[in-house]
């Protein structure tokens, strides 16, 4: 293949982007974020060249490679793997991917329990006295692992949908995250609910969670539910109805009409695209979150001396506009 033949997200580089993931996960598991998303910023960078990677010079062409970065993706396409890439195999980068995939495990957790000697799933369901959350993660272990189709994700949405609407006719629960990115598979389902400002949101939600309980969609919930309901995140775990269904995890977002389209923006995400376009915001004296858009933002170094004025945004498309960027599909912003 040629160099300059076009890809799409990343074929014709699967091993120079498997190689680089392989730190990268490495490193977010040993609570090294910083080196973790610049491998994953390398990545991305690798996805979207649009390109198959030949060389050297192919890889420093990129925006945000560096010359280390550059001579990595090289020595991989000499040798076909990565020297450094071996501590990967090592029994403690081992042990730390398998505790960090347990839902409610982080690395800080996951680096105690190899300090204790703990190395296997084993170890610890006998040896650690776990939190609610990490039985839960533990108990769906193996379907956690398992991406998502799109179909499925819609069966889903559809019947969070039909339960929503039988509380409230005026709302629609929109799937987002990666499935709103037109990923074929997704880690998770993520809906969002957008309030109109006559409705009481935090009712809503407490509503929906007791009626998908009572019709079995929900299994098991991963955050307390406060008895007044004073809550706009809702993350639990579901099941459609059948022998064969894996439990999957369930995030439902509650927001106010008046912070729809910047809500929708951030639960879109991607997170690494989230972070990339705040930062952009920043650096020209705006502020993004997923609550509003501020204009006229005066910051000395990291601090906000002024936080400005908010600026009106009906939908994403005036969010770019209001940054003076072209508009980005949701399929777009995977990176
Ligand atoms: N998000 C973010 N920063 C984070 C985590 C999340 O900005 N640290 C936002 C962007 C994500 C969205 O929330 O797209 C949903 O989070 P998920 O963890 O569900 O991520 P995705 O849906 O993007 O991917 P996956 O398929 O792994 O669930
Ligand atoms: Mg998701
Ligand atoms: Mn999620």
Known sequence: ????????????NEIIIQELQKLADAFRNKGDTWRSHGYNKAISAIKRCGKVLSC?????????????????????????SLKVSKVCEDSKTIALEIFTNIWGVGPSTAENWYQQGYRTLADVKEKVCLTKQQMIGLKYYEDFLQRIPRKEVEEIALIVSSAAKTIEPLISPIPVGSYRRGNSSCGDVDI??????????????SQLIISLKGSGLITDDLVTLEK??????????????GDRQKHRRLD????????EATALMH??????????IRLLAAKKGFSLSEHCLNGGVLREGLKVLNSGYIIPTPNEESIFKALDLEYRPPEERDH
């Open 1 to 12: 293949q040629s160099s300059s033949a076009l890809t799409t997200a990343g074929e014709g």
């Open 267 to 276: 639960y879109t995400g991607s997170a690494l695209f989230n972070r990339s």
């Open 192 to 205: 969002m609910i957008c309030i109109p400002d006559h409705l009481n949101s935090k009712s809503i939600l």
């Open 56 to 80: 050297y010079e192919d890889a420093i062409a990129l925006p945000g490679l560096s010359d280390k970065m550059a001579r990595k993706v090289w020595e991989i396409l000499e040798t076909g």
């Open 252 to 259: 439902i977002f509650v927001v106010p009409k008046s912070e």
């Open 228 to 241: 007044e309901g004073n809550q706009r995140k809702y993350l639990g775990v579901c099941c459609l109805p």
